[in-house]
């Protein structure tokens, strides 16, 4: 019998040939989400309205979208942060929920650590002095013999760390849930308290999902708890900071910098504190957008959904 499916994401559409290939063995009635955005809660109740199935990507499927969509037997996520879909509501209505787990990581990984960079000789404020006249050059850091301090040590937590390695950095990671000693002690990595990690790295970087209990983990209490020359990178969600203490934490010297790629609220506010600061750098939620990261999400995310649905 034909579904009915909707596919949000617009980096999808980048290597939909690649999902084609999947989806032409089966009859399905495609919706796209031509507005080349992120859908509005709105935007997705309606788009949600009659379908079978969806490929989401950062929209909201909370439980007012997803008691809405009548037919819905099937959320594929295009990515891994299940963030914005409510997964309780999911369960209760007996709707199948996938991610496309590991897709991403390397990609994610390689931008935190370019971050990491970044932060330690100043490049994007190099970039600009130049472009604008000004020849001052800026010292900074080495990496080599840092510490790095991993919060969350999953899949991009542990090819962070993997990376960091490389450059000789010292590892340290916290994450409840990881228990897996052997891998720890093959990979150099100290598995450790929040607490010891917020003293003594060099590099705090975030790999940990969003949800109640990590909404904002970093706050004006773990941030004091940092060192003045530290760096906090922040490549999982926004919401995992609060934004309000981390500008004033740069602002008073707290930290030395920090560096995100995802908000709260995207994109920021023009009038976002943190903009105004030299001490902040950010990138526009890129993580997974490489060539490879994105054709294998489309790949694992159309699988992913075929194999609810049929
Ligand atoms: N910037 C971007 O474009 C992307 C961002 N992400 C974000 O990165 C996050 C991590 O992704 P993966 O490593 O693939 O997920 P994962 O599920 O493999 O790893 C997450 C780890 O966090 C740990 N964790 C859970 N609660 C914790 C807590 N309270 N404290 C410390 N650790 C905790 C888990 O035990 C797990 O080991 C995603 O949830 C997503 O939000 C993921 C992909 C792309
Ligand atoms: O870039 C995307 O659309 C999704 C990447 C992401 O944040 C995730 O995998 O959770």
Not at 21 to 39: M, P, R
Request: with cysteine.
């Amino acid at each position: 019998m034909k579904k009915k499916i909707l596919i949000t994401p617009k980096s999808f559409f980048r290597a939909r040939n690649k999902a084609d290939e999947i989806f032409s063995q089966f009859d399905l009635d495609i919706v796209e989400n031509n507005t080349g955005k992120t859908l509005t809660k709105q935007q997705m109740i309606e788009l949600c309205s009659d379908v079978d199935g969806v490929i989401v990507g950062l929209d909201p499927m909370d439980e007012e979208v997803i008691r809405s969509a009548k037919n819905l037997k099937a959320i594929s996520k295009y990515g891994v942060g299940l963030d914005n879909i409510d997964l309780k509501v999911a369960e209760e209505l007996g709707i199948k929920v996938k991610k496309a787990e590991g897709t991403n990581t390397r990609s994610v990984a390689e931008l935190t650590i370019g971050l990491f960079f970044a932060l330690s000789r100043s490049i994007p404020k190099a970039v600009i002095d130049v472009k604008d006249g000004r020849w001052d050059r800026t010292i900074g850091t080495e990496i080599g013999a840092k510490v790095v301090g991993i919060i969350g040590f999953g899949a991009i937590g542990r090819e962070v760390a993997k990376m960091s390695s490389g450059l000789e950095m010292e590892i340290m990671a916290y994450d409840p849930y990881f228990n897996d000693i052997e891998l720890t002690r093959a990979m150099n990595v100290k598995m450790t308290n929040i607490d010891e990690i917020l003293e003594k790295a060099d590099f705090v970087t975030l790999h940990l999902p969003l949800n109640e209990e990590t909404n904002k983990i970093i706050n004006s209490k773990t941030l004091s708890k940092m060192k003045q020359t530290a760096y906090l990178v922040n490549t999982a969600r926004g919401e995992l900071v609060d934004e309000d203490a981390l500008y004033e934490a740069l602002k008073n010297g707290i930290i030395a910098g920090a560096a995100q790629d995802v908000f709260s609220q995207e994109p920021p506010d023009k009038q976002n504190k943190l903009l105004s600061l030299n001490n902040f750098i950010l990138t526009p939620h890129i993580g997974a957008y490489t060539k490879e990261a994105t054709e294998r999400m489309v790949v694992i995310s159309a699988k992913n959904l075929i194999e609810m649905l049929f």
